[in-house]
């Protein structure tokens, strides 16, 4: 079965500090890549996503992750981070013989301060 | 813009009884999911359900769980039976269209299910 690891359990950064947030999965298939964000009240929301192609990938916000195969690994980056993206952070892979189901890592809690 | 919304945001039951969760996914799409988050654990998988039956089901939507979508609009989670254990927080998920397989879930806000 498939596990997804996220390194940082607790993050604490300053605004316009550079982010990024450790996933790495074991599967050896095929696999797409999520990475959601729950806000403090809020329900997740999706950041990315990787299915194929190009492997660095653009989301919303200013968040970029790069898929690297040869790591299993699919960590999240921005450059310079807002107070704003205080949140809780989820890396999520679905296998591609796995039907749709997702299996989250155990989540980031990053805090910025202002 | 569509969302998935889940009533009631939270449940308080005791040991034994049994819980309905209700979520309405977003109208268009075709593929529905249940997860759950233990109060410091993981998001978990419970089930998929697509063209009215389930795809998948994970080892913990055992036989005291079932999933129904009773009109057009509503997904049910039912506890038959509930548990200490069942005590987490609830999320519904949607996605897909008839295009894409593999594609986002939208998730609800989710319900605190609290087991007494």
């Known amino acids: 079965a498939q596990s997804v690891s996220q390194h940082n359990h607790h993050v604490i950064l300053s605004e316009a500090a550079s982010l990024e947030l450790g996933c790495n999965y074991s599967?050896?298939?095929?696999?797409?890549l999520f990475w959601y964000v729950q806000y403090p009240g809020q329900h997740l929301q999706l950041l990315l996503k990787y299915f194929s192609g190009d492997p660095l990938v653009k989301g919303i916000k200013g968040f970029e992750a790069e898929f690297i195969k040869s790591k299993f690994s699919f960590n999240l980056r921005k450059p310079s981070v807002q107070w704003s993206d205080t949140a809780e952070y989820f890396c999520?892979?679905?296998?591609?013989?796995?039907?749709?189901?997702?299996?989250f890592g155990g989540g980031t809690r990053l805090m910025v301060k202002p | 813009e569509p969302e998935v919304t889940q009533t009631p945001s939270h449940q308080v039951t005791q040991m034994g009884q049994e819980v309905i969760l209700r979520c309405v996914p977003i109208?268009?799409?075709?593929?529905f999911y249940w997860y759950r988050q233990i109060l410091g654990q993981k998001v978990e998988f419970l089930v998929s359900f697509y063209n009215n039956e389930i795809s998948e089901k994970s080892e913990i939507f055992d036989d005291q769980f079932s999933v129904e979508r009773p009109d057009g609009s509503n997904f049910t989670l039912k506890i038959r039976s509930t548990k200490l254990e069942d005590s987490a927080m609830y999320f519904c998920a949607s996605s897909g269209d008839h295009r894409k397989l593999i594609d986002e879930q939208f998730f609800g806000p989710g319900t605190r299910l609290t087991v007494l």
């Open positions: 999520a892979v679905n296998a591609n013989n796995a039907g749709n189901m997702l299996t």
């Open positions: 599967y050896g298939g095929t696999v797409n």
């Open positions: 109208s268009n799409h075709l593929y």
